[in-house]
């Protein structure tokens, strides 16, 4: 299966997923009384139209270079990646803004079934994290990852609805509102994972060089091509889930034009039977001295 088709079946996990763990704390906060229940519930939701960007964009980036786009579309990855970042600060700011109400207004204790509805989820979404984040490493995609953390940030808020639920279950009378303070800490903990989230996204706009261990399969694979005698530049940049290489090879200073370029060709079919999440090489050829 190509790394494309991996990564849209892994988002529509996602969605469906959301889709229905939503629901589930939706009906729980509202019946349970648990505004933190609530909170993960408006996390979820803003997680299902996140992730439904991220499908568009996967979509998007895997259509064919043309003229307008030579290096093809893999750039609108982390453009996406950008606006989940909006979607889930824009949650955070709501989850934030009702904690802070719901302090200053009296309210009953949660109910208990809550928590074992809480356990179920965060075992749950801890596991579609780690699923989706092996998904995200396999392809190579930076807006599959932000949607893995999307998947932790809730279990995350998840854990810090049941503590607060607890605490409040525990202690009674005086202390509804551990359960608010529960849903403030999930949403200051939202924001730390926009920061996650952002930070590589904006290195790939940026062409930041996070990628030593591909130059380095570069530099072996091009080192074992008959007629390469060694390489020198070798700048990486990601676009979506491929790579475009710009690569010098130093070949011997005495061979025609025709051999040097015979030699570029071989490395590069070599390269991109090697690494097939190459979309694109090119080839200096540099003469030994």
């Given at each position: 299966m190509s790394h494309q088709k991996t990564a849209v079946k892994t988002v529509y996990f996602s969605i469906f997923s959301n889709a229905l763990l939503a629901a589930i704390k939706w009906a729980a906060g509202y019946f349970g009384n648990s505004y933190a229940l609530i909170a993960d519930a408006i996390e979820s939701t803003t997680d299902i139209f996140s992730s439904t960007l991220?499908?568009?964009?996967?979509?998007?980036?895997?259509?064919?270079?043309?003229?307008?786009?030579?290096?093809?579309?893999?750039?609108?990855?982390?453009?996406v990646t950008f606006m989940v970042v909006g979607f889930l600060?824009?949650?955070?700011?709501?989850?934030?803004?009702?904690?802070?109400?719901?302090?200053?207004?009296?309210?009953?204790?949660?109910?208990?079934?809550?928590?074992?509805?809480?356990a179920g989820i965060i075992i749950w979404k801890e596991t579609s994290y780690r699923l989706v984040l092996k998904k995200a490493k396999e392809t190579k995609s930076s807006s599959l990852k932000a949607d893995a953390w999307h998947h932790r940030s809730d279990a995350i808020t998840s854990?810090?609805?049941?503590i607060g639920i607890s605490v409040a279950l525990i202690m009674g009378k005086g202390f509804e509102s551990a359960d608010d303070w529960a849903a403030l800490f999930a949403s200051v903990f939202i924001l730390y994972n926009c920061y996650k989230i952002f930070r590589p996204a904006l290195g790939e706009i940026m062409d930041e060089h996070t990628h030593d261990d591909i130059v380095s399969k570069i530099r072996e694979i091009s080192k074992g091509t008959e007629g390469v005698i060694d390489t020198e530049k070798c700048f990486v940049r990601k676009a979506g889930m491929k790579?475009?290489?710009?690569?010098?090879?130093?070949?011997?200073?005495?061979?025609?034009?025709?051999?040097?370029h015979e030699i570029s060709h071989k490395l590069k079919?070599?390269?991109?039977?090697?690494?097939?999440e190459i979309s694109n090489v090119l080839i200096h050829i540099e003469p030994n001295e």
């Open positions: 991220v499908l568009l964009g996967l979509k998007y980036s895997n259509k064919p270079a043309d003229k307008n786009h030579p290096y093809g579309h893999g750039r609108i990855e982390p453009l600060m824009v949650s955070a700011g709501i989850i934030a803004r009702q904690s802070i109400i719901n302090m200053q207004t009296p309210h009953e204790l949660p109910h208990a079934y809550t928590l074992i509805i809480l854990v810090a609805a049941f790579f475009h290489i710009d690569l010098h090879i130093i070949v011997d200073s005495q061979i025609s034009v025709k051999e040097g079919s070599n390269l991109e039977k090697e690494l097939p």
